[in-house]
């Protein structure tokens, strides 16, 4: 078991539920204090390599603002949220991911953005929301670092907090499901992470298949 | 973290009072767009926008793998490399570039919003999803140096209940080393990705660790050849 696929879902509903003060700011989906978190900041140990394959969070649907009817607080769009305020169903929620202090997803600026978009690598996907987007190359996290993901969301009309739009007091809790985030990675622990850096040295991919690779050319050498 | 997969996304989404700005916001409403006019999606001066031109700096090489944009309002993406469009016409004349409708973002949404006065939120929309017909492949190479832009062109304005479009692009930026051995397989007629940048590191490796064995062999050989003298 030196080699394992791994996944880890956030919703902002679990635990100390997000609210409509959070919306705006970057909220971690392993310590931030909001949704499901774990006890202590992500982080591989000495002997540990740990490689991010894929993130993903609640899509959101671009539609307009048609004052032609009078939206109630329930309305849906492909089971997002919709109201007429800002005129996109959904959270508008973006996932960035973070190596020590350095952020991934950067603006043509060299400026850090918010991340990769919901619309563009939906959490969950259906027929309605695909992926526009696949994390190639794949982020390494090397040992001894830290890493994260930061979830941000801007649009309150487009989700539901307690039964309602965007029009329940600011304290009010998110409902279930309305904002999440993924992730898929896969940590190498013990002898495989050593492999794996070696691989990185080599400028090879890391991946499980490499490192096997690695293995039967080491005991093939050994023959 | 010299090849990093980047992605930037824009929407005629900002502030009240304001056509553009920097940040996203909660308070961001859907601006007007004018039929037929090219929109910069960095610095267009509607929507989200960034600081200055999306250019490459001596030491960076970016290589556009997808583009992709509304298909409501009849929107089309185009892009810029300094002054040149990528898509032309057969007769080598201007267009506006890959529809929505081929290239779709985000992918699985409706062809058209429903302008007219409709009884529920649902209605809004019309029932298919968008799969893309396009690919952009060969990628797109800005080199050092060079300014790109990407373009949007709505070919229907938006209208009195104000729509909101969106549009993507997804690339790779190679910074550092990486951008030189870009450069290289350039040069060498290699296709640029990820697997390739890997593989001309991997053979100049192999090419040092080779010299370095023969330098040690020929060492060796001197210092026998000595030796027996």
Same mark, same amino acid.
């Given at each position: 078991?030196?080699?394992?696929?791994?996944?880890?879902?956030?919703?902002?509903?679990?635990?100390?539920?997000?609210?409509?003060?959070?919306?705006?700011?970057?909220?971690?989906?392993?310590?931030?204090?909001?949704?499901?978190?774990?006890?202590?900041?992500?982080?591989?140990?000495?002997?540990?390599?740990?490689?991010?394959?894929?993130? /993903?969070c609640s899509p959101s649907l671009p539609v307009g603002v048609?004052?032609?009817?009078?939206?109630?607080?329930?309305?849906?769009i492909r089971?997002l949220?919709y109201? =007429?305020?800002g005129g996109v169903a959904g959270g508008r929620s973006y996932?960035?991911?973070?190596?020590?202090?350095?952020?991934?997803?950067?603006d043509?600026?060299?400026?850090?953005n918010d991340g990769i978009p919901g619309a563009a690598s939906p959490?969950?996907?259906?027929?309605d929301f695909q992926p526009s987007f696949?994390?190639?190359?794949?982020?390494?996290? =090397?040992?001894?670092?830290?890493?994260?993901?930061?979830?941000t969301f801007y649009n309150?009309e487009g989700?539901?907090?307690?039964?309602?739009?965007?029009?329940?007091? /600011?304290? *009010?809790?998110?409902?279930?499901?309305?904002?999440?985030?993924?992730?898929?990675?896969? =940590?190498?622990?013990?002898?495989?992470?050593?492999?794996?850096?070696?691989?990185?040295?080599?400028?090879?991919?890391?991946?499980?298949?490499?490192?096997?690779?690695?293995?039967?050319?080491?005991?093939? *050498?050994?023959? | 973290?010299?090849?990093?997969?980047q992605v930037y996304e824009w929407a005629n989404l900002a502030?009240?009072?304001?056509t553009s700005s920097?940040r996203r916001t909660?308070?961001d409403l859907p601006k007007a767009l004018?039929?037929?006019r090219e929109y910069d999606l960095f610095?267009g001066g509607v929507g989200n926008n960034i600081?200055?031109? @999306?250019?490459?700096?001596?030491?960076?090489?970016?290589?556009?793998?997808d583009i992709a944009c509304s298909a409501t309002l009849n929107g089309a993406v185009q892009?810029?490399?300094?002054?040149?469009?990528?898509?032309?016409?057969?007769?080598?004349?201007?267009?506006v570039g890959i529809p929505g409708l081929a290239s779709p973002y985000p992918r699985g949404s409706s062809t058209t919003v429903?302008? @007219?006065?409709?009884? $529920?939120?649902? @209605?809004q929309i019309?029932?298919?999803n968008l799969?893309k017909?396009?690919?952009?492949?060969?990628?797109?190479?800005?080199?050092?140096?060079? $300014?790109?832009?990407i373009l949007y062109t709505p070919l229907t304005a938006t209208?009195?209940?104000t729509q909101v479009v969106s549009a993507f692009v997804k690339? $790779?930026?190679?910074?550092?080393?990486?951008?030189?051995?870009?450069?290289?397989?350039?040069?060498?007629?290699?296709?640029?990705?990820?697997?390739?940048?890997?593989?001309?590191?991997?053979?100049?490796?192999?090419?040092?660790?080779?010299?370095?064995?023969?330098?040690?062999?020929?060492?060796?050989?001197? @210092?026998?050849?000595?030796?027996?003298?």
């Amino acid at each position: 078991m030196s080699m394992r696929s791994q996944v880890y879902e956030w919703d902002a509903s679990r635990g100390t539920a997000a609210t409509e003060s959070n919306a705006g700011n970057r909220i971690s989906v392993f310590i931030g204090g909001i949704g499901n978190n774990i006890t202590k900041p992500a982080e591989t140990t000495a002997t540990e390599f740990v490689v991010i394959e894929d993130i /993903a969070c609640s899509p959101s649907l671009p539609v307009g603002v048609n004052s032609a009817f009078a939206a109630v607080d329930t309305d849906a769009i492909r089971g997002l949220t919709y109201n =007429l305020v800002g005129g996109v169903a959904g959270g508008r929620s973006y996932v960035q991911v973070r190596i020590n202090t350095t952020d991934y997803f950067l603006d043509p600026d060299n400026v850090p953005n918010d991340g990769i978009p919901g619309a563009a690598s939906p959490y969950p996907r259906t027929i309605d929301f695909q992926p526009s987007f696949n994390l190639y190359p794949d982020v390494y996290v =090397l040992p001894g670092q830290v890493w994260d993901m930061l979830v941000t969301f801007y649009n309150c009309e487009g989700m539901l907090f307690a039964g309602a739009a965007g029009v329940a007091a /600011a304290t *009010s809790a998110i409902d279930a499901g309305q904002l999440q985030a993924f992730c898929k990675y896969t =940590l190498y622990d013990g002898p495989d992470a050593l492999i794996a850096n070696k691989l990185l040295e080599m400028g090879i991919s890391i991946n499980p298949g490499n490192v096997d690779w690695y293995k039967r050319s080491l005991l093939a *050498s050994q023959v | 973290m010299s090849m990093r997969s980047q992605v930037y996304e824009w929407a005629n989404l900002a502030p009240t009072g304001v056509t553009s700005s920097l940040r996203r916001t909660t308070a961001d409403l859907p601006k007007a767009l004018v039929a037929n006019r090219e929109y910069d999606l960095f610095i267009g001066g509607v929507g989200n926008n960034i600081t200055k031109p @999306a250019e490459t700096t001596a030491t960076q090489f970016i290589v556009i793998e997808d583009i992709a944009c509304s298909a409501t309002l009849n929107g089309a993406v185009q892009i810029r490399i300094n002054t040149t469009d990528y898509f032309q016409n057969p007769d080598v004349t201007d267009m506006v570039g890959i529809p929505g409708l081929a290239s779709p973002y985000p992918r699985g949404s409706s062809t058209t919003v429903v302008a @007219a006065a409709v009884t $529920t939120a649902a @209605a809004q929309i019309t029932a298919e999803n968008l799969l893309k017909s396009f690919d952009l492949y060969p990628d797109v190479y800005v080199l050092p140096g060079q $300014t790109f832009q990407i373009l949007y062109t709505p070919l229907t304005a938006t209208n009195a209940s104000t729509q909101v479009v969106s549009a993507f692009v997804k690339y $790779t930026l190679y910074d550092g080393p990486d951008a030189l051995i870009a450069n290289k397989l350039l040069e060498l007629g290699v296709t640029i990705n990820p697997n390739n940048v890997d593989w001309y590191k991997r053979s100049l490796i192999e090419q040092q660790q080779r010299g370095a064995a023969a330098a040690s062999a020929a060492a060796a050989a001197a @210092a026998a050849s000595n030796g027996g003298a």
